[in-house]
């Protein structure tokens, strides 16, 4: 008997999700659901963060299958809301995932589709994957300290700032084209400063940005950690330090053909666990969510943490 099609699945949807092409296929969702008989639990978010509370609910009553129609953002919280629950087998919970987002880049590294005719290839053939999963905290205040888990990757430095920037925009502007305008301006502005990074090796460096991997695809589509795989049980890690103005035009072609931990500028390592000291507060996110400034950081894999339907 099949364990997926005669699941009681919790369906997340991010109403606000980077598209208004979503919209238009709830209606479509719900008949593919309903045609494959499948026992489904819908609920809309209503607000920044409201994922995290709709998943934890969820598995607290027993569900242990989530579809999740959304973003990286979506994901994200939907992980936060499974790993800050009070049960106890968080590692046999299943998501199945339609990339609705602006940057998907989750999707993108399993070539998940939002196409409605991809759904019954992705239910009927049950090809389950586990996944690893990072988790993030930070020191806030003398006493205080924050924690986040993710699914996709996290940045600081000037990968924070971009995320730090597009949200100030998208409150004047709404979402159109303000990610590629906040890398620009973040550029300009993202200071580099000596830290000490520790994982697999130690750097001591003046760093401008840093990106951790658990998937290779960031920024809708970028390859800022190349070799990062979510099955490996390991975070990959890029160090750049600040380019000059011909080193940013390399260190984009390099970019864009998944060899940036090849430039010459760049520290690049994969390790189980890493922490970083910076000498001021810096810009944090994690699958593009703003994190609290901070000067302590500290990330370690959870290896094999969620199951997941792929193509």
């Keep these: 008997m099949s364990t997926i099609l005669n699941a009681h699945w919790g369906i997340v949807v991010n109403s606000r999700a980077g598209t208004r092409v979503l919209g238009k296929n709830y209606s479509k969702i719900d008949t593919f659901l309903n045609k494959m008989n499948i026992n489904f639990t819908k609920i809309l978010t209503e607000y920044q963060g409201h994922a995290i509370e709709i998943a934890k609910n969820l598995v607290e009553k027993g569900i242990r299958h989530l579809f999740l129609i959304g973003g990286d953002g979506t994901l994200n919280e939907v992980v936060n809301g499974i790993y800050t629950s009070n049960i106890v087998d968080k590692e046999q919970v299943t998501i199945a995932v339609i990339p609705y987002g602006s940057g998907n880049d989750w999707a993108r590294y399993w070539n998940l589709s939002k196409k409605i005719s991809k759904l019954q290839p992705l239910f009927t053939n049950e090809k389950i994957v586990n996944v690893d999963i990072g988790k993030f905290s930070c020191k ?92 490996d049980g390991l975070l990959h890690i890029t160090a750049i330090k600040r380019p000059k103005f011909l080193q940013i035009i390399s260190g984009l072609i390099y970019l864009f053909k998944g060899k940036i931990d090849e430039h010459s500028l760049v520290h690049s390592f994969a390790t189980e666990h890493f922490t970083a000291k910076t000498t001021k507060p810096v810009a944090i996110e994690t699958d593009g969510v703003e994190i609290p400034e901070s000067t302590e950081l500290y990330f370690k894999i959870v290896p094999k943490a969620l199951k997941m339907l792929i193509p």
């Design 140 to 231: 806030i205040s003398e006493n205080q300290t924050y924690e986040r888990f993710f699914l996709n990757a996290a940045g600081f430095g000037f990968d924070g700032q971009v995320v730090k920037t597009t949200n100030k925009m998208k409150k004047i502007w709404g979402n159109s084209s303000t990610y590629y305008i906040a890398m620009l301006s973040a550029v300009f502005i993202t200071p580099s400063q000596k830290m000490i990074l520790r994982g697999y090796k130690e750097i001591e460096d003046k760093i401008f940005s840093v990106a951790i991997g658990n998937g290779c695809f960031s920024g809708g589509g970028m390859k800022q950690v190349p070799k990062a795989d979510p099955t």
